[in-house]
């Protein structure tokens, strides 16, 4: 198994060019399962979630061409099975994503139950409550851990859908399966994350009809038929925190590349309140903590606009390492808190109060330690903190972060970092 080795770096300096989104890109090539014409997606990081995402759509009968670096075309002139592969989706979690698309275009779905990063109960009765709405029959299997979505004679049909919470994967499935439902359907208290309106701009130029994607009240006006298109995702705004917390972090000062300001702004307000000094410039944000006293500040993850749950364990390494007590508040997931262990492997001395707080004191020295990346982000955070930590850093299970961070170890290298990938 492959491991990464951290090395205290002493302060990082450059620049960073920041991927397309990973939470972009999956949905957005799931959403091209619903033309039989030619779809282009642009910047696709070179990702291992990526890599299933163009298998699952194989699977499915979707020609997919990868053979020029960061385009993915896709062309999908028929479906040849209705089932979603097992191995892929207990692989990766937003394998749901298909499940919209070819319930529009197919009429039929078959799904067993997704994987992932075993960060919380992420249960899809959300999805289903929506295809439901949409006049779906639903049948769920659970000796088997498979559920099987059909459309109706007449096909899906638009409808009120009231989320109980702003789930972005539910958001993103129900818009994709609406866009092709005969008449209106509105989704309230829908999602309003940039990825969300990253997918109804892709929907839009291949011909549907949505409106207020990105606020809490979603209309789309069914269609019936899609065309292709070329669309460029956005940046990853999670990945833009990661290397604004690296900064932060080494105290050092790194200007970051195609990223979107807008989408960060929680993370760059709550830098400011650490006493980080953070431009907004023409080329990038700016990001200067050298020779700068770092202070303590308290987060509480919310849905978008709100501070982001998947920057939560990297900003809490961050806090490890500046003067006084940090509370820190998880509502997004319950079980997002594995990363503690780690970190206090490495002497953060963090207390969690529950599955849902954490006290971190601040100010620690640490120390190098065999670590895990527990999570996709929870894997970053390892990192961050064996930037600063003396001696070594041996992080196992990096699989985690090579889901959704591009070439995360020469990024760094290119800032001044000491790591390096290395095969057990």
Known sequence: MAKILVNNSGPLHGEVEISGAKNSVLPLLAATLMTEDV??????PDLADVSVMKQMLRNYGTDVDDSEAGIIRTSTKEIRSCEGDRDLVQEMRASLFTMGPM????????MPMPGGCTIGKRPIDLHLKGFRALGAEVIEDEANEVVTVSAGPEGLVGDAIYLDFPSVGATENILMAATMAKGTTIIENAAKEPEIID????????????KSAGTDMIRIEGVERLSGCIHEAIPDRIETGTFMLAAAITRGDILIKNALPGHVRPIVAKLRECNVDIEI????IYVDARDREL????????????FPTDIQSPFMAFLCTVNGKSFVRETVFENRFMHVVELNRMGADISTENSREAIVPGGRKLHGAKVRATDLRAGAAMVLAG??????????EIYHIERGYEDLVGKFKALGADIMKIED
């Not at 319930?103 to 078959?110: D, F, I, S």
């Not at 997918?199 to 949505?210: E, P, T, V, Y």
């Not at 930037?387 to 992080?395: D, K, M, P, Q, S």
């Open 199 to 210: 997918l109804a701009n892709l929907l839009n130029k291949m011909g549907a009809r949505i």
């Open 387 to 396: 930037l600063v930590a003396t001696g070594t850093t041996e992080i196992s």
């Open 103 to 110: 319930l529009a275009r197919y009429g039929k779905v078959v």
């Open 295 to 306: 202070k303590a500040t308290d987060i509480k993850t919310l849905p978008f606009p709100g």
């Open 281 to 284: 410039l023409p080329e990038g």
């Open 39 to 44: 779809c282009v997606i642009e910047d696709v």
